[in-house]
């Protein structure tokens, strides 16, 4: 059995701390290389799933063409949703992607088995939770080889899907902007800029 020391808590905890997610503001242009890559894949593979079921699948996105057309659905999603934020002027000041400017792309997409899943009976959203456990893994093993990754949600699903000619059984689950970055901010940007403030332990924990 494999047993950790109390500096390796520490390394885990400093590697979880530093995780951050990267725009397009910090994004260099520098290339990942496929076994820098591959080594980002692999921990994906090893992320707990429902049932042993391994619900996942890449798509790695390299071309520019395909990377505009995402980053116009992005923009025009963005655009779209000012007057949801319209009490929050600092919302139009944010990057909040970072397609074009890093090096790959990776759309991570969900597929439902095709037979019945242990642990998937009643929680029928367990599949894409543990696709998001995989992409967790791809973001600390990222950090530690000093490559950033940040997550775009202000997108269209189904469209990136047809843009990416993925078939209807792939859901999306996370696009992820892979990259070489100038820095990783000590702190979470939407935090240092003063969009929320951090959680307490006690704030989360119900009576
Ligand atoms: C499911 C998910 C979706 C996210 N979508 C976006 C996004 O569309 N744009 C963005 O700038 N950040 C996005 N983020 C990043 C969060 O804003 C970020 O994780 C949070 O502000 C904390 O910062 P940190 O990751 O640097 O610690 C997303 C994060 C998660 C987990």
Known sequence: MISFTKEDLNILDKIISSRRDVRGNNFIDK?????KLNIILESALKA???GYS???????????????KIYKNFKRNYLKSFPKFENRPLYKKLKLEGIKESSINI??????????VLGQTYMKRSGEY????????????????????????????????KILKVSK????????????TKNFLDQPELK????????NLHDCILN
């Open 54 to 68: 391994q619900p996942w699948a890449f798509k790695i996105v390299r071309s520019k063409d395909e990377k505009n």
């Open 169 to 180: 059984e792939y859901k999306l689950i996370g696009y992820l902007c892979v990259g070489y």
């Open 107 to 116: 759309a991570v997409f969900y597929k439902k088995s095709n037979k019945e």
């Open 192 to 199: 240092k800029v003063g969009w929320d403030k951090k959680k």
């Open 130 to 161: 543990s696709v998001v456990c995989a992409i967790h893994n791809m973001w600390l093993t990222a950090r530690v080889m000093g490559i950033g990754i940040g997550w775009v949600s202000i997108i269209k699903p189904k469209k990136v899907r």
């Open 48 to 50: 707990p799933s429902v």
């Open 31 to 35: 290339k990942v290389s496929n076994k």
